[in-house]
């Protein structure tokens, strides 16, 4: 899989911070943050970029959807950062 995005808000909700690995699906994001065990896909196409995905995160801008496949890659993705 290709072009991943990592990325650490810094945000203190682990020992680690706020790890997060997001991925383009289809004409969206799908996103995993492995520090608080939360995962989507937005509403919308938006860029893959730490604030776009942020701002989606922040504003609830997404659903929860298991994407098995997708989510296993994300988690190796965020839990090696």
Known sequence: ?????????KRQ???????IAAVRHNARVYFYDVDRGV?????????????AIMIAYDYNDYRS???HDLLD?????????
């Open 65 to 67: 959807e298991y994407l």
């Open 1 to 9: 899989m290709t072009n991943i995005l990592t990325f650490n808000t």
């Open 73 to 81: 890659v994300l988690r190796k993705a965020a839990d090696a950062m």
């Open 13 to 19: 909700y682990s020992e680690h911070g706020q790890r």
């Open 39 to 51: 995962y989507g896909l937005t509403n919308k196409d938006i860029d893959l970029t730490q604030s």
